[in-house]
């Protein structure tokens, strides 16, 4: 039985398991995302309360403002993970996410024909362009969903998935997260591309009976994604959120991708990989795959967070075109029979088994220990051990000048630092803290994240709106250039200056 057993650690289930176990380890990283606190705070919010609020509570900026909290149970589910086993148990998840979405594209590539090896390969390379999202955070729950639903759209296509599957599926991205639209849309470019493909008479396309299921599925699961606590507003949130030019010139995550670095450099290998196999002449890909391919292409384009659903969407098209390009290379090497000494050595082989040999399973399995144990030791367990976490936390936000907010006994109005929103709502409410700004900037909408962009930018305004604010307490990064005048001002006292930052309060406000 063990012989059998180790007859099975093939070559190919080393490489799959290696490069699963190096994702794993490249993907847990510290929990240093701003986004995490605040989504730690509204599923504590959720509980607390046994509600869903539909109006800010965080902020004295926006109190009152509509809020379309639309990752409510990713954010539910967070703070339970967090109960359940705190940053470490939720970063370990997350890592556990971004596997499981590479493995969807390791499928993906793999259903096209591609040899293990080269999917495995486009597989990291394709991983490492979307490294950017990577974190504690509901963003990866869409690329994983997204995944799943190319998976399951394929399966559906082959006749082995029901289309029942789809609205529930599409219900529950619904209330996970605002970017079911896109799946939505992935959908019905599915169905699109197959009608067309069916019209033409394509030989391998779907039957009409199937096509129209499809149509009612989508149909049937749109109408669902509305029965969640906000309704239509769902809708209307993540459309002004994809068309709204302050937040993709102000916010990192929403600009085009950066070309230089690595995750940038990831993206361009594969784009240019599509452009050079389609220059081959050989690439031959269903009209769905062109669809979903080049409109997740122009939402990569657009904003470097979308990468990851382009490299999941463009899989089967990436994996037909390096198809091509082996299929090329291969033609251009020179015959066997041209080379003498390689026609001698075909004059006879050794017969080779059907199934690995014991030993060659045993040595496969050693290493798989050995190589995936190393990579996890090195990179994944300290990054999920607690005190790690907390000094990396310590040396990217204002936990002492935290700290020293809390110490005072009383509520706060903070005008802060955009990265810093996220924390403080986590650490100050709902104890009287409030913050100005923070990471929802759809609950802040265009005036006061413009009136945050002036004193961030110190335009020739910021006394002015500091004023109109009339905040409590101000906190700053240390070098930012508002914290040098603020100490020679008056009107303010340095209450606490950490690593990080520098928290001035009023004067007379702080006992």
Not at 129 to 145: D, F, H, K, M
Not at 310 to 330: D, K, S, T, W, Y
Not at 400 to 416: I, M
Request: glycine fraction near 8%; proline fraction near 6%.
């Amino acid at each position: 039985m063990i012989a059998a057993w180790l007859r099975r650690v093939t070559s190919t289930v080393l490489l799959r398991s290696l490069l699963f176990t190096a994702v794993f380890s490249l993907a847990a990283v510290p929990p240093l995302d701003p986004d995490l606190w605040w989504h730690l705070a509204n599923g504590r919010l959720i509980l607390t309360t046994a509600s869903i609020p539909h109006l800010d509570v965080y902020s004295f900026s926006a109190a009152g403002q509509p809020w379309v909290m639309h990752e409510w149970l990713a954010d539910l589910s967070m703070y339970w993970l967090y109960q359940l086993g705190g940053l470490p148990v939720m970063v370990a998840v997350f890592a556990g996410v971004v596997t499981a979405s590479a493995v969807c594209l390791y499928l993906l590539l793999r259903q096209t024909g591609l040899a293990a090896s080269a999917a495995a390969a486009l597989t990291l390379v394709g991983v490492l362009a979307g490294s950017t999202a990577w974190g504690a955070r509901p963003q990866l729950l869409n690329v994983l969903l997204c995944g799943l639903l190319l998976l399951g759209l394929m399966r559906y296509r082959s006749g082995r998935l029901s289309v029942f599957v789809l609205p529930p599926f599409i219900w529950l991205w619904a209330n996970l997260h605002s970017a079911f639209l896109v799946g939505v849309i992935i959908s019905l470019l599915f169905l699109a591309g197959e009608v067309f493909d069916s019209w033409r008479s394509h030989p391998d396309a779907m039957p009409r009976r199937r096509l129209v299921a499809l149509g009612w599925g989508i149909v049937a699961g749109a109408g669902l994604a509305f029965v969640n606590p906000f309704g239509f507003q769902t809708v209307i949130f993540s459309l002004g959120t994809l068309t709204s030019p302050l937040i993709q010139n102000n916010i990192q995550e929403w600009a085009s991708p950066d070309f230089h670095s690595l995750a940038g450099m990831m993206f361009e290998g594969l784009v240019f990989l599509l452009l050079v196999g389609l220059a081959t002449g050989r690439v031959k890909a269903r009209t769905s795959e062109w669809l979903i391919a080049f409109a997740l292409l122009y939402l990569a384009l657009a904003s470097q967070r979308h990468v990851p659903l382009f490299v999941l969407g463009a899989a089967p098209l990436i994996g037909r075109c390096a198809q091509a390009l082996l299929g090329l290379l291969a033609g251009m090497l020179p015959p066997v029979h041209d080379r003498p000494a390689a026609q001698a050595a075909l004059r006879w082989a050794p017969p080779r088994p059907n199934r690995p040999g014991v030993a060659l399973g045993a040595i496969n399995l050693v290493l798989l220990i050995v190589v995936g144990a190393g990579m996890v030791g090195y990179r994944a367990l300290p990054n999920l051990q607690s005190g790690r976490e907390a000094r990396a936390i310590s040396a990217a936000l204002p936990v002492e000048a935290t700290d020293a907010l809390q110490a005072l006994g009383r509520p706060v109005r903070v005008f802060n630092y955009y990265d810093y929103g996220g924390y403080l709502v986590w650490r100050l409410f709902p104890h009287g803290g409030r913050v100005f700004i923070d990471g929802r900037v759809e609950v802040y909408g265009s005036e006061v994240f413009s009136r945050y962009l002036q004193v961030s930018y110190m335009a020739a305004a910021w006394p002015d709106v500091i004023a109109q604010a009339h905040p409590d307490a101000i906190i700053l990064p240390n070098g930012h250039p508002l914290t040098g005048i603020l100490r020679h001002d008056a009107a303010w006292q340095v209450l606490r200056q950490d690593p990080v930052a520098t928290v001035f309060t009023r004067v007379g406000f702080a006992p």
